[in-house]
């Protein structure tokens, strides 16, 4: 877990007169809501884990320090699912002598995470399992089926007393008997011809049972032979359906707190200068089955740190939205899908300096 604690003070004798940005002074604290974490395929042996809070300070560039002085502190994940409970949060108290309201939090498993990027949660103490008692499975039903066919088991009931039915193939047919006396003889056989077509290699196949039967044939493909004289033209067909276009527009989107993006139509590539904070509205395509890919060009202006909101229906990656906030001119990338029933998004570049 990492982070950095600003805070915003009068500006002081620099060039610009924007506020300036200095250190906070204090501690954030991490208190596990489970009072322990039980591992039981924990190796070599199942191990109960007890987490305690952890108090982190600040250093004087305002980030999170662990008790060695290291950035950033390691903290038990949450939703590991080897660990009952599991799903559970921490809460998170920030002391920097002002009053806060604490927050809870989920940990994921796995990589580093920015408590600036964190969404708060309801608090939980995550979701306990119990061992139930054993099953008792009894035989049921058992059938035949033709022979070379797979085999198949299903289950019926409920734990803890289900029955096994199943459907088993029969054996290969045994050899021949005795020959027996030679019956009356049948209808004469119809053979008739079906298709034939070229090819590679010549063939013939008979399809159908007696008395009716058809007969297939492939005929080796002869050399070219001359060309014909050229026929009268033919009348002409009827008009096809209008292609998808073969380019997405390039717009240049209008600055301010809040920016409509119109992909009803068709996909689109939005350029937009972020001279405010700007949430961004989108358009619900049509249900014509198409998709719509946007792709939005984010340039800070000459003060940077302008931040994003899309719309909360949008799907990002882990649930966890991008809200930029680049330098002064940097430019961000943001990509667009609308797959016919949500818009999903991602981010294709963070920061790029403009030439």
Same mark, same amino acid.
């Given at each position: 877990?990492?982070?950095?604690?600003?805070?915003?003070?009068?500006?002081?004798?620099?060039?610009?007169?924007?506020?300036?940005?200095?250190?906070?002074?204090?501690? &954030?604290?991490?208190?596990?809501?489970? $009072?322990?974490?039980?591992?039981?395929? !924990?190796?070599?042996?199942?191990?109960?884990?007890?987490?305690?809070?952890?108090?982190?300070?600040?250093?004087?560039?305002?980030?999170?320090? /662990? !008790?060695?002085?290291?950035?950033?502190?390691?903290? +038990?994940?949450?939703?590991? @699912? /080897?660990?009952?409970?599991?799903?559970?949060?921490?809460?998170?108290? *920030?002391?920097?002598?002002?009053?806060?309201? @604490?927050?809870?939090?989920?940990? @994921?498993?796995?990589?580093?995470?920015? *408590?600036?990027?964190?969404?708060?949660?309801?608090?939980?103490?995550?979701?306990?399992?119990?061992?139930?008692? #054993?099953?008792?499975?009894?035989?049921?039903?058992?059938?035949?089926?033709?022979?070379? $066919?797979?085999?198949?088991?299903?289950?019926?009931?409920?734990?803890?007393?289900?029955?096994?039915?199943?459907?088993?193939?029969?054996?290969?047919?045994?050899?021949?008997?005795?020959?027996?006396?030679?019956?009356?003889?049948?209808?004469?056989?119809?053979?008739?011809?079906?298709?034939?077509?070229?090819?590679?290699?010549?063939?013939?196949?008979?399809?159908?049972?007696?008395?009716?039967?058809?007969?297939?044939?492939?005929?080796?493909?002869?050399?070219?032979?001359?060309?014909?004289?050229?026929? @009268?033209?033919?009348? #002409?067909?009827?008009?096809?359906?209008?292609?998808?276009?073969?380019?997405?527009?390039?717009?240049? *989107?209008?600055?301010?707190?809040?920016?409509?993006?119109?992909?009803?139509?068709?996909?689109?590539?939005?350029?937009?200068? *972020?001279?405010?904070?700007?949430?961004?509205?989108?358009?619900?395509?049509?249900?014509?089955?198409?998709?719509?890919?946007?792709?939005? +060009?984010?340039?800070?202006?000459?003060?940077?740190?302008? $931040?994003?909101?899309?719309?909360?229906?949008?799907?990002?990656?882990?649930?966890?939205?991008?809200?930029?906030?680049?330098?002064?001119?940097? &430019?961000?990338?943001?990509?667009?899908?609308?797959?016919?029933?949500?818009?999903?998004?991602?981010?294709?570049? +963070?920061?790029?300096?403009?030439?």
């Amino acid at each position: 877990m990492t982070g950095r604690f600003l805070q915003a003070v009068a500006d002081g004798a620099d060039l610009d007169s924007n506020p300036d940005g200095t250190p906070v002074t204090g501690f &954030v604290t991490f208190t596990p809501s489970p $009072t322990y974490v039980r591992y039981p395929v !924990a190796t070599p042996d199942p191990a109960t884990i007890v987490p305690q809070a952890i108090t982190c300070p600040i250093d004087q560039d305002g980030y999170l320090l /662990d !008790a060695q002085g290291n950035q950033g502190v390691m903290l +038990v994940a949450t939703d590991d @699912p /080897d660990g009952n409970p599991v799903d559970w949060t921490y809460e998170v108290r *920030l002391d920097f002598g002002v009053l806060i309201d @604490p927050f809870h939090i989920n940990v @994921p498993a796995g990589g580093e995470v920015d *408590l600036t990027t964190l969404i708060p949660v309801s608090e939980s103490d995550g979701v306990q399992t119990i061992q139930g008692p #054993a099953n008792v499975l009894s035989i049921g039903d058992v059938a035949t089926s033709a022979p070379g $066919t797979p085999a198949a088991v299903s289950v019926e009931g409920e734990t803890p007393n289900q029955t096994l039915n199943f459907t088993l193939p029969r054996g290969q047919e045994g050899p021949p008997g005795t020959d027996g006396r030679d019956g009356s003889p049948g209808p004469a056989n119809v053979l008739s011809i079906g298709t034939v077509a070229s090819g590679t290699e010549p063939s013939a196949t008979i399809t159908g049972t007696s008395p009716s039967q058809t007969l297939n044939l492939v005929f080796e493909k002869g050399d070219t032979g001359a060309t014909g004289p050229q026929g @009268p033209e033919g009348p #002409a067909g009827p008009a096809g359906e209008d292609g998808a276009p073969a380019e997405r527009p390039v717009v240049d *989107l209008p600055s301010g707190s809040t920016v409509n993006v119109d992909a009803s139509t068709t996909g689109l590539v939005g350029r937009v200068t *972020l001279a405010v904070d700007t949430t961004f509205t989108l358009t619900t395509p049509p249900s014509d089955g198409r998709e719509r890919v946007v792709t939005l +060009v984010l340039t800070q202006d000459a003060t940077g740190g302008r $931040t994003i909101a899309l719309p909360a229906s949008v799907l990002w990656a882990q649930g966890v939205p991008y809200t930029s906030g680049a330098p002064a001119g940097a &430019v961000d990338v943001l990509h667009l899908l609308w797959d016919g029933a949500v818009w999903m998004a991602a981010v294709g570049a +963070v920061g790029m300096a403009t030439a």
